[in-house]
């Protein structure tokens, strides 16, 4: 059987089996067995009920994230700045719901604060679309380097005008207004509301998906002249799709703030613009793969801290090596398919 | 210390199953200029390639004073003697030229001192002046060439071989290019230079050879030989008969290039200086000219695609220079001569078929979604109506054969009464049948109503399908007649460069 | 303004150390890019170096530390290079995925070496070199005597690969391969063979300068303790337009800032502490998008082929 001429999704999964494979040694080189590992992994991930819902919270930003790169990829547009728009969408909906109209009951209080964070995020990102068109600048470095200006805003604005007026040890802000809280769903363990927000998305990208605009993107990735008779010259495409991507992870950040964290708070830039750049690499732009590609990636996370706690000795941070293994193998698998041609 | 005598003894030649060459000998002589003339797609490269060492003939051999050698690489030929100055130059254009004969050289070291002796030593001897210091990319394109040729002479070429080496420089540096060749071929050196610029051949060549279709048509001592001969054995023929006379039509003008000028600063091979031409309705402007006068460019401007350095482009009296998009919007259609710009070879043909003018049809979208079924129906129509085989919309592009993607491509840009067509080679490399179908599409088109812009170097066809003819030569048109006063004499002088009688 | 001189001296003695890391990245790098790779998961293989650096350093003294620093970064420049020349993986994944795999890999090791609940250990670090005679020169003199061997070492690294790429024929070869790599393979250049070595060489430099920012201080990992430094580097040899002095500059710029950063925590430097802490990223981006600027001007006057 050659291995070559089996489907695609296929012999993608086949490289991510071989990668995890890899994992599950490293794991046991750090002193755990063959049948804790596996099992470990797994019960953190979906094995009792709380696993399973920390796994659903950690994959509906990573959803919405990764389905808001995903044009940008397409038109040939690599942005890796989701964290510092997740922030500045928090931010901006944050200070909205402290500040701005505080008082608003949930029917307002929600849609304007996921207003807010898409508008955050996609203000975020529009700086480096325009560097790009402008003046050339890289959007990798651009969005890399001002991921970090946004950590450094929002522990300034933590210090002083939103400030928590009940003091506190760690830098945060007061409690959001109940009428900006995301309700959570009827569970075990914490799942809000806006994890349907991923759902959602979904179906709105299986929708986009298919109309000319998603249609000529993809032209101006490929075929820049034909993509500008056609109505889309490059440099808007650029700006649409970063706006895009800057909207949902505005979104996300909004996500994070209303339905999980209650209230702002300070934190470093995790992995989450590497992780949902992946996620869109993996589920190859089609929306579907990206969910699926998600709570594969939530799963490495939540299986790892399941693991820790089983074995003691394994660190949780493993999860974040088999999401780089995972992309890695899955990236040799899918080039070997071009390379074929 | 003279040159060595590199030949051609009945060198033969194909890629995949085409006959690139056939049958071809030439000689080139030490102390003689050799021209090697045709047009492009005639084989030259290939030849030049030959004499380099960097292809292997598959019949007939490469002969160095009058012995048959085998050149195993451009190792061989360097050490043989044989310089090659390339058509797109072979120079690390970020380094400077010491650091390009560096590259190659034997030395670990780079001793930049002892390298520019020996490059200014032999370019000296040439009477080559060049700066050794700067990076090729800010030398003039003249410049690069004659460091070129330093570079080869530092490595002790006694034998120059130059591809297309005027194609990209102005007339003061082509003058100055020919002086130091004829000064290295009378101290003894061999030269082939191999070109498609026939008004130059005069001033530098001794021997001409000229290559058509892969095949030696004529061959003789440049004084032998007058201009329009050699643009004929080019060519293939330029026909004796006037063609039959069209019905003048008086109508609105549709496509109108004013002034157009572009690549001055690039280089770019054909400049186009100050263009101007305009098309009415129902008429067909063929446009006429050897290959590399910028044809390409003119083809982009008119359709919009490319914006002009100087001048405009206006379709049915709005403006479209530069703009893509709008000169869509009025109904321009464009066939390039690369049909990989006009669609996308990996995806299936109804997506390309998408691509044309109907991208905003209504009816191909439902709540915003695509309809691929009806997409597809509109591409099966178009295969089928001009006869593409298989009419298959879901097959990629880049699975049918050139004629077939062809067709293709012009039934789409054809489709839906255009108001301007411009077409740059549409049956270059066609088969009789392909290339017939299109050309009555085009007629049909233009009887509807479109202006027509045809540019192509099939004399044939342009004189078969227009009715107006124009010669673009040395960025100008510098001749332009109905069809009906076609005078083989004029064409051939124009399309030379010469100068043609008011 | 007597006040004002220590001042100044004290936060370029303080910038010095902080060079050093961003220094080795960036010319690791500079190497890189000559070959015409971009290497995105530099910061993963700095993070690595970091933790390997410590643990070395635990086992066989602080240069062991160093060069396992280094051996782990070429590794993983091994790694990059063999997926995005042989496994045709487009660099920018690959390099995202170093990262993440970087960041986590770096985290383990460190969790390893010093589990929860154990006493921490503390590496030996960098030896302290002390230069009294320099400590007379103004404003920089307190800088060079208290500077280093790291620091000394990296200027070193800079002068060696200034003269590397000037003066032999394989620096050429590597820039030829980068300019134009069809020219190049036709005038008998290995391309692959050049960019896989790179690609060592620049994940051997992004692990030592790694290395370098616990053994140059604390002698512990703490996880992400590079904060941003690779992809920093990345724009200082964008700045610096791949020239080795013009990273030695561009690295002290965003040192000296960092340098304030470290300073406004202890006083009050009048502006918030957020925003000294903002400025060294913000003064590379600003000077990233003069250089993109300038670059892109330059590019539409010379003739092209």
């Known amino acids: ?341 | 210390m003279n040159g060595r005598a590199v030949a051609l003894r009945a060198a033969c030649k194909s890629y995949d199953g085409r006959r690139v060459l056939s049958d071809v000998s030439l000689t080139v002589a030490p102390g003689r200029i050799h021209a090697l003339v045709g047009e492009n797609g005639a084989g030259k490269s290939t030849a030049l390639s030959m004499l380099a060492g960097l292809v292997r003939p598959d019949g007939g051999t490469v002969e160095i004073d009058g012995r048959p050698v085998v050149l195993a690489g451009r190792t061989a030929s360097i050490a043989a003697g044989i310089g090659l100055v390339p058509q797109h130059l072979s120079l690390v254009l970020e380094l400077t030229l010491v650091e390009n004969l560096a590259l190659t050289g034997p030395h670990a070291l780079v001793r930049r001192g002892r390298l520019r002796a020996a490059l200014l030593a032999a370019a000296e001897a040439a009477g080559l002046a060049i700066r050794p210091d700067v990076p090729a990319a800010r030398l003039g394109f003249a410049e690069r060439q004659l460091g070129e040729l330093a570079i080869a002479l530092a490595q002790g070429a006694r034998t120059l071989l130059l591809d297309e080496p005027t194609s990209s420089i102005g007339p003061y540096e082509t003058g100055r290019l020919f002086d130091r060749l004829r000064a290295a071929a009378a101290d003894g050196a061999a030269i082939l230079v191999v070109t498609h610029r026939v008004d130059e051949v005069r001033q530098y060549a001794d021997d001409v050879t000229v290559l058509s279709r892969g095949e030696v048509r004529l061959q003789a001592p440049a004084a032998t030989v007058d201009d329009v001969a050699l643009v004929r054995a080019m060519v293939g023929h330029i026909p004796e008969r006037a063609p039959r006379d069209r019905p003048r039509r008086t109508a609105a003008v549709r496509l109108a290039v004013a002034r157009v000028a572009a690549g001055a600063d690039a280089g770019l091979a054909g400049r186009l200086n100050d263009v101007s031409l305009s098309v009415a309705a129902g008429e067909i402007l063929g446009i006429l000219g050897v290959a590399g006068n910028g044809q390409g460019v003119l083809a982009g401007i008119a359709a919009g695609i490319r914006r002009p350095d100087a001048g405009s482009v206006a379709v049915d009296g709005t403006a479209i220079t530069g703009d893509p998009a709008a000169a869509r919007r009025l109904g321009l259609a464009y066939v390039p001569e690369e049909r990989r710009h006009a669609l996308l070879p990996a995806a299936p043909l109804a997506h390309s078929a998408l691509l044309g003018r109907r991208i905003d049809a209504r009816d191909f979208a439902r709540r915003g979604m695509l309809r691929w079924d009806r997409i597809a129906t509109y591409a099966r129509e178009l295969l089928e109506r001009h006869d593409v085989r298989p009419p298959d919309p879901a097959m990629r592009a880049e699975a049918l054969s050139g004629g077939n993607q062809q067709k293709f491509l012009v039934g789409r840009e054809l489709d839906g009464a255009p108001s301007v067509v411009v077409l740059h080679g549409p049956t270059q490399g066609l088969d009789l049948h392909a290339a017939a179908a299109i050309r009555n599409a085009v007629r049909a088109t233009a009887d509807a109503g479109a202006a027509v812009l045809l540019i192509s170097a099939d004399v044939d066809e342009v004189l078969d399908l227009s009715d107006r003819v124009g010669v673009l030569s040395q960025g100008r048109i510098v001749d332009e007649f109905p069809v009906s006063a076609y005078d083989r004499e004029r064409v051939g002088r124009a399309m030379a460069g010469l100068t043609v009688p008011a | 303004m007597t006040g004002a001189a220590p001042f100044w001296a004290v936060v370029i003695a303080g910038a010095v150390p902080l060079c050093t890391p961003v220094i080795f990245a960036a010319l690791g790098e500079v190497v890189l890019e000559d070959a015409g790779r971009f290497n995105v998961g530099i910061e993963g293989m700095m993070l690595l170096g970091a933790a390997a650096g410590v643990a070395g350093s635990l086992g066989g003294g602080v240069w062991c530390g160093l060069a396992a620093g280094g051996a782990i970064g070429a590794a993983f420049g091994l790694i990059f290079g063999l997926a995005v020349g042989i496994g045709a993986v487009d660099e920018v994944i690959a390099g995202i995925a170093l990262d993440l795999i970087g960041v986590g890999a770096s985290t383990v090791l460190y969790q390893i070496l010093a589990p929860a609940g154990h006493s921490n250990h503390t590496a030996p670090v960098e030896p302290s070199m002390n230069l009294p005679l320099l400590d007379h020169v103004p404003l920089i003199g307190l800088a060079l005597s208290g500077a280093g061997p790291f620091f000394y070492l990296s200027v070193g690294f800079a002068v060696a690969t200034w003269w590397w790429r000037r003066f032999s024929r394989a620096g050429l070869r590597l820039r030829s391969v980068g300019f134009m790599p069809i020219v190049a393979e036709a005038r008998g250049i290995s391309v692959r063979r050049y960019q896989l070595a790179a690609a060592v060489v620049a994940g051997g430099a992004a692990g030592v300068g790694g290395a370098v920012v616990p053994l140059a201080g604390i002698g512990v990992f703490t996880p992400g303790m590079t904060g941003g430094a690779g992809f920093v580097a990345l724009a200082v040899v964008i700045i610096a337009r791949r020239n080795p002095f013009g990273v030695l500059g561009g690295a002290f710029v965003f040192a000296l800032f960092n340098s304030l950063a470290l300073l406004s925590q202890t006083r009050d430097l009048g502006l918030p502490v957020e925003l000294w802490q903002a400025l060294p990223y913000a003064a590379t981006l600003a000077l990233l998008c003069i250089a993109s600027a300038q670059r892109r001007r330059v590019r539409a006057h010379v003739p092209s082929a």
């Open chain 1, 1 to 341: 059987m050659n291995v070559r001429s089996l489907p695609a999704p296929l012999r993608i999964a086949g490289w991510i089996a071989a990668g995890l494979a890899v994992v599950v040694a490293l794991v046991m080189a750090t002193g755990a067995d063959f049948t804790t590992a596996v099992t470990g992994w797994f019960s953190g991930a979906f094995g009792n009920a709380y696993g399973a819902t920390q796994t659903l919270l950690y994959a509906a930003p990573l959803v919405i994230v990764g389905l808001g790169v995903a044009p940008a990829l397409r038109a040939g547009v690599i942005s890796v700045g989701a964290g510092g728009q997740m922030i500045a969408g928090a931010l901006a909906a944050a200070t909205f719901a402290l500040e701005v109209a505080p008082g608003l009951p949930a029917w307002l209080g929600l849609p304007l604060g996921a207003l807010a964070g898409i508008a955050g995020g996609a203000l975020w990102a529009l700086a480096p679309a325009l560097a790009f068109n402008r003046l050339g600048v890289s959007v990798i470095l651009f969005t890399l380097l001002t991921n970090y200006l946004a950590v450094d805003l929002l522990a300034w604005l933590l210090r002083t005008a939103l400030r928590d007026p009940a003091g506190a040890a760690t830098p945060q802000s007061a409690p959001l207004p109940a009428g900006y809280l995301l309700p959570q769903l009827p569970v075990p363990g914490r799942l809000h509301d806006a994890v349907l927000l991923a759902v959602a998305g979904v179906l709105l990208a299986l929708w986009w998906g298919n109309t000319r605009g998603a249609f000529l993107v993809d032209v101006a990735g490929r075929r820049p002249d034909l993509a500008a008779r056609c109505g889309l010259p490059a440099d808007r495409a650029v700006v649409l799709t970063m706006l895009a991507s800057g909207a949902a992870a505005g979104l996300a950040g909004w996500m994070q703030l209303a339905g999980v964290d209650g209230r702002l708070q300070a934190g470093g830039i995790d992995s989450i613009g590497f992780a949902g750049l992946a996620v869109a690499v993996l589920g190859r732009g089609n929306p579907i793969g990206i969910l699926a590609a998600a709570l594969l990636y939530a799963s490495l996370t939540t299986g790892a801290n399941g693991l820790e706690m089983v074995t003691g000795t394994t660190p949780a941070s493993i999860g974040t090596v088999a999401q780089g293994i995972v992309l890695l193998s899955a990236a040799l698998a899918m080039a070997q398919r071009r390379s074929r041609t």
